[in-house]
């Protein structure tokens, strides 16, 4: 398996992006799919996942941040709205084919994408 993300770039607060990540098989292969980020010298924290029809949010970006999944494209999204300087990091996509629970230790995905670079920045 193998996914590939893309969508990052240089945003002004309050801005928008739209990433994605594009699987090597369709999403209906994956438990879970999910996004993480890494500040450079900071602990990976996960951002968002989605299993089945369930979703979960870290607390801070609830309300703007939306993950999706369009099994068609074998794509996953992650609309991001009214960013702030603090999203500013490196965000990866994962997928999960080993269990059904909904969580964001990045220790129970399996694949993992190369990662895109988000800034937020004036």
């Known amino acids: 398996v193998q996914l590939q993300a893309s969508g990052g770039g240089l945003v002004q607060p309050g801005g928008s992006l739209r990433l994605s990540c594009v699987g090597s098989r369709s999403t209906q292969f994956y438990y879970g799919v999910a996004w993480f980020r890494q500040v450079p010298g900071k602990e990976r924290e996960g951002v968002s996942c989605?299993?089945?029809?369930?979703?979960y949010y870290l607390n801070s970006v609830k309300g703007r941040f939306t993950i999706s999944r369009d099994n068609a494209k074998n794509t996953i999204y992650l609309e991001m709205n009214n960013l702030k300087p603090e999203d500013t990091a490196v965000y990866y996509c994962?997928?999960?084919?080993?269990?059904?629970?909904?969580?964001?230790?990045?220790?129970?995905?399996?694949?993992w994408g190369q990662g895109t670079l988000v800034t937020v920045s004036s």
């Open positions: 994962a997928a999960d084919v080993s269990q059904k629970v909904v969580t964001l230790l990045d220790v129970m995905y399996d694949y």
């Open positions: 989605i299993y089945g029809g369930t979703t």
